[in-house]
Every structure is written in C-alpha cells, then in structure tokens.
C-alpha cells in the first residue's frame, strides 16, 4: 500500500518559517512528479508548488513565488516544501501528492496518490 507521510507543520509567526517534509513508500520514487498543495477553509485545494521526476523544472503558485522552494530527494524517496517570509494567508492544511511522469503534472487533478496533510497555521 502506497504511503505518503507528512509530519511537520505547526504554529509560526508571521514572517517566520517552517519546513514540511513527505516521506512516501513509492516504488520508482524518480519517477512520479510530487506536489504540494493547500486548502484553507471554504477555499478550493491549490497546488502551491511541484517538482518534476527528475527534480529539473518546478512549479510555484503565484502566491508564493520567491518565499516557498520545492524539492526531492530520490535516493531517500522524500519531497520537502522550505516555506518563508510566511503569511496569516498561508494558513491552511498541506498535503503532498505523486502523479507518475505525467505531461500534465502542473494539474492538481492529475494527481493519484495523497498524503493526510498537516496544518499550518500562522499567526499576525
């Protein structure tokens, strides 16, 4: 049984930092595209940042572009998301997720495996 592992997240304050970390049990690791993604309450799911397999080419939400960094570990099957200069609005559950090699990896909906997530809330 496929497993995505989050633990991490927390309370920090705004302008401080935390780092999440996803511990999967995937066979083939280097070869799903992972991803990170967000929900806050009464709001859709986003997909705040991804990596390529290969760990080449990453994807950022807008509203995180130069605060949040995305990325891999293959020999240790691990994705991390490095979150700074964090905000109230950053507030929500994150979860990670794996789409194996899929051209669309930038979807959310392309996404076939999950973690149970870890709330991350930051207080003003």
């Known amino acids: 049984q496929v497993q995505l592992v989050e633990p991490g997240g927390g309370l920090v304050q705004a302008g401080g930092s935390l780092r999440l970390s996803c511990a999967t049990s995937l066979r083939y690791f280097d070869n799903y595209a992972m991803g990170w993604f967000r929900q806050a309450p009464g709001k859709e799911r986003e997909l705040v940042g991804a990596?390529?397999?290969?760990?080449?080419?990453?994807y950022y939400a807008d509203s995180v572009k130069g605060r949040f960094a995305i990325s891999r570990d293959n020999a240790k099957s691990t994705v991390n998301l490095q979150m700074n200069d964090l905000k109230p609005e950053d507030t929500a559950i994150y979860s990670c997720?794996?789409?194996?090699?899929?051209?669309?990896?930038?979807?959310?909906?392309?996404?076939?495996?999950w973690g149970q997530g870890t709330q991350v809330t930051v207080s003003s």
């Open positions: 990596i390529m397999w290969n760990g080449v080419s990453t």
């Open positions: 997720a794996a789409t194996w090699r899929s051209n669309n990896w930038r979807l959310g909906s392309t996404y076939e495996f």
